[in-house]
């Protein structure tokens, strides 16, 4: 043990904070790297589309939920909600039709219903669990458990289908373009930078690092920490909503298992992105590169035939689990 | 043997000596924070470790203890070299380092932390009782009468601190290292605790004392070791060396001046009034006024109610009952906003739990509290730099460099930049609580002058401590709290120690307070 173990120890926690950093975009490049190694396919601009207009829906939703995270707090009711908000969405503009018909006014409202429940249905996540004084896990597992049912029930067990009068108003919202990029990408860029500006360049932001990072010491900041979290809640509400009305126009139905398992893979996204799981620390392009990383193995898994795609689930865990080993390497160094 | 110090440095008892470290180096990255620092522990001595923060006390006993490896040197235990894989290894040869930071899990019971790791089971389960009663039987041992059931989240910092012992006393330690253990107690537990140290003593247990509370050090300690930034400056018997002489050899100057001169004047305005103010369980009809450029201080035992009565004015505790006057004029005060509103900022005593946000660089803990100052909507940046700047030139925060994490720093840096933090929404009325915890006499003095400094510009400071030295050498009237009422204010010549223990033991009776005010 010399002085030059020690400072190359140093330099080791020197690449490992670099990797940190880096180290989401480095593997997705990598896979990238990888995918168009497997099959000549993969870079195609067709399948490259298909990659990003997928990922939109879960990295629209992990946006918020890095706001959630990075505060300290949790949401496993997006899958739910998402299902109950789309549910609402196909009811309220099959109703409207018979009377404002299959026009734009239509969609409107639709969206406009979809944006009311989701910033509701985030309030609610967020008040339940600071004036009730709730672990927001309790909490949101509840109305997970309550948006699902919600959504069943009004499918009355079966599948809610868009009018197909409308579907052709409203199709452009996902298979559309502008300027050749997918009407969901530019959606996804368009939120993962507000969220950017928004987590990192204000002062909410930061209000949401410190009390993630140390509620205490938010309170003794003059920092309303209930508001704030509660904010958090609504903005992931707001965000599924987003999700919502560019996923309805896709399959044109909703039914009691869609948006399964979203929530995971929101959370997956998020903490691949580099978020830490406890809190004040969050990585909105990290989140970004996430998501895009999640649909890239299921679609690299589809266009070989070395591993089956039905252990797509297998490897999004290991990956999972690889990516907080490595943030948790970084951290046990810090401390020394 | 052929130290210089070795040689001044005979130890005073004449019990075996049990541990030695010669030459000891030890760097993190490129700095190096000890320079071949010999150190000698003798059976039945009570051993000092002086210097002041940074000076590598804690790292050299770090590396005693097995938490560190040494860069380079020998450590000699009863006569063979040994090297620690870690603080197990230490542990089981009987050698254990209580922490500073209390290392207690908070949601397990005072008996279960005691037992944490080697519980007493009968067959496959755990015995429970036989624990209980030798968790009892420990404590009552250092006289303090805790609960084994209790959990640590609801005992006081000095509770845990007494468990924090017990717990060390259990695992039969015949070294103990303690990393400065009464920064967190009261007088009276401080006493306690050194009893209990003689008689460890007198049990031949070795025993090394990180201090620089400098009484403490002539209260309990045979020997003194003095660290100055990583070297050892000298080993001697404590029984020659006055207090003064420790302070220079710590400091490696005099420090001509250890508080400021007070200048208060005592018919300058009145800029806050408590009416009647309760907290229920916690506070009983307190009042006060508080002078425009005066520190007030507000003496008192743990458990006062000193702290409720300050957190239930600044809306971070409800009341009961109590109106607030600021320039003679009632305001609302509900939360820490209002207060900020109002003028008045708090600088909590817990500058890790509440204060500072450990994981974060100094930046956004500068400015949390004044964040709305930074921006609106967006944040700026270069504002932020710019206060930074200026908070580091004007509170001496000595800080490597701007990405350094705030937990790294040492107790000294973060309690100035805690100042900083609280100062950066520029309060009329600064209220605070132990400014200076933890920390060695050279930063103490500067915090004392930089609160000088507020009194100076005209701010007001309220002032809690623990520590009778700074509450004499600060307060131009202190306000001493019993039991959660105010039992006396004492003025001039009369802000003694033994009229504050008076007050605050409740020997004197309340009606004593118009008298005095």
Same mark, same amino acid.
């Given at each position: 043990m010399g002085n030059s173990g020690r400072s190359a120890g140093r330099t080791a926690a020197g690449r490992f904070i670099d990797f940190k950093a880096m180290g989401p975009f480095m593997a997705l490049v990598a896979l990238f790297v990888l995918g168009a190694l497997i099959n000549?396919?993969?870079?195609?601009s067709g399948n490259l589309s298909n990659i990003f207009t997928r990922s939109a829906f879960i990295g629209i939703i992990a946006v918020g939920a890095t706001f959630v995270i990075t505060a300290g707090g949790i949401d496993l009711s997006v899958g739910s909600m998402a299902a109950f908000i789309s549910g609402a969405m196909i009811v309220v503009m099959n109703t409207l039709i018979a009377t404002l018909g299959a026009g734009v006014e239509t969609v409107l409202l639709g969206i406009a219903v979809s944006v009311v429940l989701g910033v509701a249905a985030g309030a609610i996540n967020g008040l339940v669990t600071t004036r009730g004084k709730i672990e927001a896990f309790i909490v949101t597992l509840g109305t997970m458990g309550i948006y699902r049912s919600l959504v069943t029930y009004m499918a009355d067990g079966g599948t809610l289908s868009l009018d197909f009068a409308i579907r052709d108003t409203y199709r452009p919202l996902y298979y559309g373009d502008i300027l050749g990029i997918p009407v969901p990408v530019v959606v996804f860029f368009a939120v993962a930078v507000g969220g950017y500006v928004l987590l990192n360049m204000t002062p909410f932001g930061r209000k949401c690092f410190a009390i993630g990072s140390n509620e205490q010491v938010a309170r003794y900041s003059a920092i309303h920490v209930d508001r704030i979290k509660t904010l958090t809640y609504v903005i992931q509400g707001l965000c599924v909503s987003i999700a919502t009305i560019i996923y309805v126009p896709r399959l044109g139905s909703a039914s009691s298992s869609t948006g399964v398992l979203w929530e995971l893979e929101a959370i997956a996204a998020v903490i691949i992105g580099g978020t830490m799981l406890k809190g004040g620390y969050g990585r909105i392009w990290g989140t970004v590169i996430g998501a895009i990383m999640l649909t890239t193995i299921g679609n690299i898994l589809n266009l070989?035939?070395?591993?089956?795609?039905?252990?797509n689930g297998a490897v999004q865990g290991l990956i999972i689990i690889v990516a907080v080993l490595l943030q948790r390497g970084d951290w046990r160094r810090k401390k020394n | 043997m052929k130290n210089a110090a070795k040689n001044a440095a005979e130890p005073v008892v004449s019990g075996q000596l049990r541990l030695s470290a010669r030459q000891i180096c030890k760097s993190f990255g490129a700095a190096q924070v000890l320079f071949d620092v010999p150190i000698d522990l003798y059976a039945g001595e009570v051993h000092a470790l002086l210097g002041e923060n940074g000076a590598g006390k804690s790292t050299l006993v770090k590396i005693l203890s097995g938490y560190h490896a040494p860069d380079s040197g020998e450590i000699v235990l009863d006569g063979s070299p040994v090297s620690f894989d870690s603080s197990e290894d230490g542990e089981a040869r009987g050698i254990i380092l209580i922490h500073q930071e209390l290392n207690l899990a908070d949601q397990l019971t005072v008996e279960e932390n005691i037992f944490l790791g080697r519980e007493m089971t009968r067959g496959w389960f755990l015995d429970k009782a036989a624990m209980r009663d030798e968790a009892a039987r420990l404590l009552a041992g250092l006289q303090c009468d805790i609960d084994p059931c209790t959990r640590i989240r609801d005992l006081p910092v000095s509770d845990r601190q007494m468990v924090e012992i017990a717990k060390a006393l259990s695992k039969q330690a015949d070294i103990l290292i303690l990393d400065e253990p009464t920064a967190v107690l009261t007088g009276r537990e401080v006493d306690i605790l050194f009893d209990q140290i003689r008689r460890l003593r007198e049990r031949g247990v070795a025993i090394l004392y990180i201090s620089h509370k400098l009484d403490e050090i002539k209260a309990i300690a045979d020997r003194v070791t003095v660290l100055r930034d990583g070297s050892h400056i000298t080993t001697q018997a404590?029984?020659?060396?006055e207090k003064d002489d420790m302070a220079r050899l710590m400091?490696?100057? #005099? @420090?001509?001046?250890m508080f400021p001169d007070q200048i208060a004047d005592p018919s300058a305005p009145v800029v806050l009034s408590v009416r009647n103010l309760s907290v229920p369980g916690q506070v009983y009809d307190a009042g006060f006024d508080l002078r425009r450029g005066e520190v007030l201080g507000f003496a008192g035992i743990v458990g006062a109610g000193r702290t409720a009565l300050m957190e239930a004015i600044i809306g971070l505790r409800p009341r009961s009952s109590g109106a607030i006057l600021r320039d003679g004029q009632p305001v609302v005060i509900d939360n820490l906003r209002d207060a900020g509103r109002c003028g008045i900022a708090y600088l909590t005593k817990d500058r890790k739990g509440s204060g500072l946000l450990l994981n974060m660089e100094m930046r956004p803990n500068l400015t949390l509290l004044a964040l709305d100052r930074f921006g609106r909507f967006l944040l700026n940046r270069k504002a932020e730099d710019a206060a930074l700047e200026k908070a580091i030139a004007a509170f001496d925060i000595r800080a490597a460099d701007r990405t350094t994490k705030v937990g790294d720093f040492s107790g000294g840096n973060q309690q100035k930049l805690l100042l900083a933090k609280v100062m950066e929404c520029n309060p009329d009325i600064v209220i605070i609580d132990e400014?200076?915890?933890? @920390? #060695?006499i050279g930063t103490k003095s500067q915090i004392y002058h930089f609160i000088g400094d507020l009194t100076a510009q005209g701010k007001s400071v309220i002032l809690l401590s623990s520590e009778m030295t700074e509450m004499l050498g600060l307060s131009d009237r202190i306000i001493v709290m019993a039991a959660g009422r105010i039992t006396g204010i004492l003025d001039g010549e009369d802000r003694t120690e033994h009229q504050i223990m008076r007050h605050a033991t409740g020997i004197s009776d309340n009606q004593g307070v118009s008298v005095h005010g």
């Open positions: 000549d396919a993969f870079l195609s070989t035939d070395v591993i089956s795609n039905y252990l | 404590v029984a020659g060396l400091v490696g100057r #005099d @420090i001509a001046q400014p200076t915890r933890g @920390i #060695d």
